[in-house]
């Protein structure tokens, strides 16, 4: 696993391909309803889905695990909102501990 400092220059780029519409894919990412539906991994609890679509705007996501009492949370910024083509954002765990679920 690698590790980066905080406010270091490392840009991860995920691209896949789905099955749904541009529109349905996009509002699966920001959309805090749908996002809630699916965000947390296997066994886990979507808690938090916060979403402030603009750039600039920043989103908070969270999920639990069944066996513990705390959130893991998720937080970062928009820095391309481009509907329904294209979203681009930082990603960091929030806290200092930068607690992960696993």
């Known amino acids: 696993m690698a590790t980066t400092k905080a406010g270091s220059d490392t840009v991860l780029v995920l691209s896949r ?3 749904g519409s541009r ?11 749908v996002l809630k539906q699916w ?12 979403v402030d679509l603009r750039v600039g705007g920043r989103y908070r996501l969270g999920m639990r695990a069944p066996d513990k009492d705390v959130d893991y949370v ?3 910024t ?8 294209r979203l681009v954002y ?11 679920p696993w």
């Open 17 to 19: 391909t789905f099955t």
């Open 23 to 33: 529109e349905k894919v996009f509002r699966a990412w920001t959309d805090p309803s």
């Open 39 to 50: 965000w947390a991994g296997p066994g886990f609890t979507a808690t938090i889905a916060e």
């Open 74 to 76: 998720v937080i970062g």
């Open 78 to 85: 928009y820095r391309k909102v481009q509907q329904p083509a």
């Open 90 to 100: 930082t990603w960091t765990w929030e806290g200092s501990g930068h607690r992960r």
